[in-house]
Structures are given as C-alpha cells and as structure tokens.
C-alpha cells in the first residue's frame, strides 16, 4: 500500500452539490492528519486538521478512521471557488515529516 | 505580515551549474522543510531542518544540499549531481513537529 493514497479525479460537480473525497493511508501509527488545498501553479494551504472525533468548519466536515487507517473530507453545497486539488496529508512515521497524497482534483460548474 | 518568502519565483538553470533557492520565515518556526513538487505528482521531502545548525535528509536528498544558519533562513541548493532538477520547489515552516505547515510561494526550476 502506499503511504497516502487518493482517487486522483477529477470529480465534476454542479454548484450545490455534496462530494466526498477518500483517502488511505499506511502508516498505523500516525498520529496527525490534514487536509490542504492547493489552487493551480499555487502552493498547498491547509484546509483543515482532521481529528479523531471528526470535525467541521462551515461546509466542511473532516472525518478520521484510525481503523480502516482512512480519512475523509465532505463538502457541502459546493461553490465555484472550490475548484482546487485537495491534498491529504499524513505525518510520517518518525513523526518528523509530513507525507502528501497526490490530491484529487474538484471542477465544479454553474 | 508574518509569512514564508522565496525567491525567486522563477529560476532557469544551465546544466552543470549549481542554483541556491532562498527560504525565508518571520514566523517565528523552529522547524523547516523543502518540498519538491513535480507535475501531476504529490509532494516529496528533500530535506527538513527541526532547529539551527541541524538538518536531516528526506526521501530525494540526492543531489540537494542546505544549511541552517539562521532560525529564519533555509536556502536549498540544487547541484549538478541533481540529474532532473525541473519541479516546483515549496519551502514550508511550522511551529513544532506536530502542527501543520505554512508554505511559501514556491519557485519553479527549469534546466535549460
């Protein structure tokens, strides 16, 4: 398995409508998660930490499933300015570093 | 403002030469990383620096090399013995280990 994997997309959505992005990861003792967006020739931002009991931030929800060693991201009545790659990222396993998926890409149209 | 600094944005380098990418923070971090990011691909870690005068290689240190003189600073430097160095390069601080990064604004290498 490799250490953080994502469905690479692209998901075509119509605003307002709800996606859901996965992501595995392989590293079972990790012990930090995020989700960053990063917008085309731009850098990475970070979107949101995610937690063991799960989290929101307005039109986003982040979920983690230390079991399954997966992690979700959900949004909600999608704008256009959500157009991005979404990156999950996994703190490695000397805890030293953080690794990054290789983002799904989120086209969403009027 | 608080924030990353690179420079230069954009940098083309002749083969056989050597590049140095500045990095500068006034976040106050202790820790710093450099990033590679090639197109269509995640991330890869080069090097990262947890204090002054210490730094630790990544997953691609081959043919990179840095210093870490200063908390502020973390230039990267891209030698000849770097056989693709053509990517987008991200410098990142953060507060500790465990907390998530600020990035800079990248600076795009191309071998010409």
């Known amino acids: 398995r490799k250490e953080v994997e994502q469905d690479p997309g692209p998901f075509n959505v119509p605003e307002g409508a709800t996606v859901a992005f996965n992501c595995t990861y392989s590293n079972s003792a990790s012990q930090s998660f995020f989700w960053y967006r990063q917008d085309c020739r731009k850098e990475p931002k970070l979107l949101m930490s995610?937690?063991?009991s799960g989290n929101e931030d307005g039109r986003f929800t982040a979920q983690l499933n230390r079991a399954s060693q997966y992690i979700s991201l959900l949004i909600r009545d999608s704008k256009l300015s959500d157009s991005a790659t979404y990156l999950c990222v996994v703190r490695n396993q000397a805890g030293t570093a953080l690794i990054f998926g290789k983002g799904t890409t989120l086209s969403v149209s009027s | 403002d608080g924030g990353i600094t690179q420079s230069p944005k954009y940098l083309f380098r002749k083969e056989g030469q050597n590049v140095t990418l500045s990095c500068e923070q006034n976040l106050n971090h202790d820790a710093m990383y450099w990033y590679r990011q090639d197109p269509g691909q995640g991330l890869r870690l080069i090097y990262y620096s947890q204090i002054v005068n210490d730094f630790q290689k990544g997953d691609i240190a081959e043919g990179y090399s840095v210093s870490r003189e200063k908390k502020e600073s973390f230039p990267l430097t891209v030698t000849s013995a770097q056989k693709n160095p053509t990517a987008f390069y991200l410098c990142?601080?953060?507060?500790?280990?465990?907390?998530?990064?600020?990035f800079g604004s990248g600076t795009r290498l191309t071998v010409v």
């Open positions: 990142a601080s953060s507060i500790e280990l465990l907390d998530g990064y600020t």
């Open positions: 995610v937690y063991s």
